[in-house]
C-alpha cells in the first residue's frame, strides 16, 4: 500500500534545542500555502531568541564537557549573535558560504567568507535572501561553462518567515565571491496540485552539478512533500533556469515498503555523483531510507533502488528512520547517510486501554514540552479523555474559537492523569499545548488530521511539530495518528479533506476511552553505512554520550546532523556536524564504522554543516557551522 504523507522536515524537533522555529497550520496569502508544523517549512513566526551577549554557545540548557582527540581548531569567526541564526556551510574556491537562518529573519541570507588563509578567515560579503525568506540547507556552487555563461554560480534555497516571502531557489554569479550578481532569484515550480501561484514553492535544500555543458539543480519542494518533490531544473542558462522534471514516492513502487517507524516519507535532501559512467542522485527520503536515481536523463530521472533499516538499532529498537542526508565514499563503494532525531524517548507502547477499539497504536512525544519521563515518577501517563476540538485561542488571527472544557469536567482515579485530546489544524501546536495546560489539563493528546494522513493512506501516523510561539510549558504532549483519534471516542475515522474546518469528531467535551502511553529511551540520530553495490545494512554508529539517558536533557541536542566523506583516492574517513556532542571524525570500512576523532569546545559547540577544503593528497581541511557562533575551521591529526 503507499505511503503518503505531507512533510515533516529536518528539524521538526530542533524543538529539543534552544533555537526552534514553527509554523502553523493557517492559510497562507495564497490557498496552497496551508503550512505542515515543521520547523524547516516556510515560517511566519519565530521563537523570541535570546542575543548571546558574546557567550560562546547560546542556549537555555546545559551543554557535554568539552572534549578534544585527534582533531585540532585552526580558526573561528563569529557570523551571529543570535541563537541558532547560522545554518549550512559550503566550501567552493577558496570560500565559504554560510546559511543565515530563520531566527535571522528578516535578514536571512548567505555569509561570505574568504578561507585562503584559513587560520585568519575574513568575512567580505553577504548574499541577502529577500525581505521574508531565510536560508537553510540550500547553499551550493558550481562552476558552468556553455555558449550562455561561463564562471561559478550559487544555488541558494528560500523558505518563507514573513508575508512578503517569495521562496524557491535564486543563482548567483560568484566569479568574484565579494561581489555576487544575482542571475534568477525565486525561481522554481509554480504550480501545486495542479493549480498555479504567483510566487515559486518553498524549498528547503537545493544541489547543483554538471554534465558536460549542461547543468541542472535538483531540489526539495516543501509543498509537494511526499508526492512530487524531487524537482530538477536545467540551468544550464543560469538566467533562464527551467522546471525540466518532477518526480517522488509516489513513483518508487519499491521505496513505499517498508517505511521505518513513523512512516513518513518526503524529500529533505540530496547528492549528485557520476557513478560508472551514470549520473546517480541519492535522495535522503527520511523513513523511505535512501532512494537513488537515475539521472543521465534529467527530464525523466529512473528509479535504481532504495535502502532499508535493519529490524533493530543500537539500541534494539526499531529504526526511527530520519533520513536526513548522506554521501558516497571516493570510489561509491559505501553510502553514509545520517538520521535526524531530535526526541531521545519514543512512547512505546500507546494503548487505549478500555471500550471496543482497546490496543496499540503509534504515538510520539513533543520534545518541547514537559518530558513524561521528568514530570511522572512512573514514566508514562495513564487516564480517561475529553476530547478538546482544536484546542486553538481565539484571537484576532483566528477569530472566535470554542474553549476547551475545563479539567474539572473529568474525573480521575488515584494515580491518573487528565487528558484532553485535540485535533492537528489552524494553529501552533504549542498554542494547543499551552491552552490545555491553561484549561489544567496534566497532559495534552494531539491527533494527525486528514490531510496528514493523507487520505487514509497513513492512518496512524503521528506527527509531533515544532513550537510556533513562546510560552513555558507545565503540561506533558504526545501525538497520534487520525484513527486513532477517532478510535479513543468510538468514533468511524474519516480521512475525506475537509479544507478549513475541524475534522468530523463528536462535540467538544465527549468523553472518551482511558489511554496509556509509557516513555521509553530510544536515544538519539545514527549514522548509518551501505553498501552501495548491494544496498546491503553494514553498520550504525552513534558517540557513546548520545546513548546514555543521563544525557538525554540539559545537554543541548545530540543528534547527528551532516557528513562529509573525505574523496581522496584510499581514505574512508567521514567528518559529522553532530549538533551539541560536537565534531566527530569517523572510519569505515566492510567492518563497519569506528570513531577516530572528536572536537567539543569547554562552552559547547551546536554544529550545523560540514564541508571540506581539498588540499591535493594532503588532509583537508574541515570547516564547520556553529549554529550560536559561525565559522569554525578545523585538521583531523590522527590515524587516516
Not at 495564497?30 to 508544523?37: A, G, K, L, M
Not at 546517480?280 to 537515475?294: K, T
Not at 519521563?373 to 514514566?379: G, H, I, L, N
Not at 511539530?465 to 487520525?482: D, K, L, M, N, R
Request: with cysteine.
Amino acid at each position: 500500500m503507499r505511503k503518503r504523507l505531507l512533510a515533516y522536515l529536518a528539524v521538526v524537533a530542533l524543538i529539543a534545542s534552544s533555537a526552534g522555529t514553527a509554523t502553523a497550520d493557517i492559510p497562507r496569502r495564497n490557498s496552497r500555502r496551508t503550512q505542515s508544523d515543521s520547523a524547516l517549512q516556510t515560517t511566519r513566526r519565530l521563537l523570541g531568541l535570546d542575543a548571546l551577549k558574546g557567550r560562546q554557545h547560546g542556549g537555555r540548557e546545559g551543554h557535554l564537557p568539552g572534549a578534544r582527540e585527534n582533531i585540532r581548531l585552526i580558526s573561528k569567526l563569529r557570523l551571529t549573535k543570535v541563537e541558532g541564526g547560522i545554518a549550512d556551510v559550503h566550501y567552493y574556491k577558496g570560500f565559504a558560504y554560510l546559511s543565515a537562518w530563520a531566527p535571522e529573519c528578516p535578514k536571512g541570507g548567505v555569509h561570505v567568507v574568504d578561507v585562503r588563509r584559513p587560520n585568519k578567515p575574513k568575512r567580505v560579503g553577504f548574499i541577502p535572501a529577500g525581505p521574508d525568506d531565510y536560508v537553510g540547507e540550500g547553499v551550493h556552487a558550481i562552476h558552468i561553462d556553455n555558449r550562455w555563461f561561463e564562471g561559478d554560480v550559487l544555488l541558494v534555497n528560500h523558505e518563507g518567515c514573513g508575508p512578503e516571502f517569495k521562496e524557491g531557489i535564486s543563482l548567483w554569479d560568484i566569479t568574484k565571491p565579494g561581489a555576487p550578481k544575482p542571475l534568477a532569484l525565486h525561481t522554481g515550480d509554480f504550480e501545486t496540485d495542479g493549480q498555479s501561484f504567483p510566487t515559486a514553492n518553498s524549498v528547503h535544500s537545493v544541489l547543483g552539478w554538471t554534465a558536460g555543458h549542461k547543468a541542472y539543480a535538483v531540489y526539495s519542494d516543501n509543498y509537494e512533500a511526499g508526492v512530487t518533490d524531487v524537482d530538477i531544473m536545467d540551468i544550464s542558462n543560469p538566467r533562464k533556469p527551467e522546471l525540466v522534471s518532477e518526480t517522488g514516492l509516489p513513483d518508487w513502487p519499491e521505496a513505499q515498503e517498508p517505511l521505518a517507524h513513523g512512516e513518513q516519507a518526503f524529500h529533505h535532501d540530496v547528492w549528485a555523483k557520476k557513478i560508472g559512467g551514470n549520473w546517480v542522485l541519492g535522495v535522503s527520503y527520511w523513513d523511505a531510507g535512501w532512494v537513488f536515481l537515475n539521472v543521465d536523463d534529467p527530464t525523466n530521472p529512473r528509479f535504481i533502488y532504495d535502502t532499508d533499516y535493519p529490524a533493530e538499532d543500537l539500541l534494539g529498537f526499531s529504526p526511527e528512520g530520519n533520513a536526513h542526508q548522506g554521501e558516497w565514499n571516493y570510489n561509491a563503494r559505501y553510502w553514509l547517510g545520517t538520521d535526524e532525531d531530535f526526541s531521545p524517548y519514543r512512547i512505546e507502547p500507546f494503548e487505549i486501554t478500555t471500550g471496543p477499539n482497546a490496543g496499540e497504536y503509534e504515538a510520539g512525544e513533543f520534545g518541547f514540552s514537559v518530558p513524561i519521563a521528568q514530570k511522572f515518577s512512573d514514566q508514562q501517563i495513564n487516564g480517561p479523555t475529553i476530547l478538546g476540538g482544536l484546542g486553538c485561542p481565539s484571537n484576532d488571527e483566528y477569530g472566535d474559537q470554542p474553549p476547551i472544557p475545563d479539567a474539572s469536567e473529568l474525573e480521575t482515579e488515584p494515580g491518573e492523569e487528565k487528558i484532553v485530546v485535540l485535533s492537528r489544524g489552524l494553529c501552533f501546536f504549542s498554542e494547543k499545548i499551552e491552552q490545555g495546560q491553561l484549561a489544567g489539563y496534566d497532559v495534552v493528546v494531539i491527533g494527525n488530521n486528514h490531510e496528514g494522513a493523507a487520505g487514509g493512506e497513513a492512518p496512524d501516523a503521528p506527527l509531533c511539530g515544532s513550537p510556533g510561539h513562546e510560552f513555558e510549558p507545565t503540561a506533558s504532549a504526545i501525538c497520534i495518528g487520525h484513527r486513532a483519534m477517532h478510535l479513543i471516542f468510538n468514533d468511524e475515522p474519516e480521512y475525506e479533506p475537509v479544507v478549513g474546518e475541524s475534522p468530523d469528531l463528536p462535540p467538544i467535551g465527549t468523553i472518551g476511552e482511558k489511554i496509556r502511553g509509557a516513555s521509553v529511551f530510544d536515544a538519539w540520530g545514527y549514522l548509518n553505512q551501505y553498501d552501495y553495490r548491494t544496498g546491503e545494512f553494514i553498520d550504525f554508529y552513534a558517540p557513546r554520550e548520545t546513548l546514555n539517558s543521563k544525557n538525554a536533557f540539559g545537554k543541548g541536542a545530540l543528534s547527528v546532523h551532516e557528513i562529509e566523506t573525505d574523496q581522496r583516492r584510499g581514505v574512508n574517513l567521514g567528518y559529522l556536524a553532530w549538533y551539541a556532542a560536537g565534531l566527530k571524525v569517523v572510519k569505515f570500512g566492510p567492518n563497519g564504522i569506528k570513531e577516530l576523532g572528536t572536537y567539543r569546545h569547554r562552552r559547547g559547540n551546536d554544529f550545523w554543516g560540514v564541508s571540506l577544503i581539498p588540499r591535493a593528497q594532503r588532509r583537508p581541511l574541515i570547516v564547520m557551522s556553529d549554529r550560536d557562533y559561525g565559522l569554525w575551521i578545523f585538521k583531523y591529526t590522527g590515524r587516516q
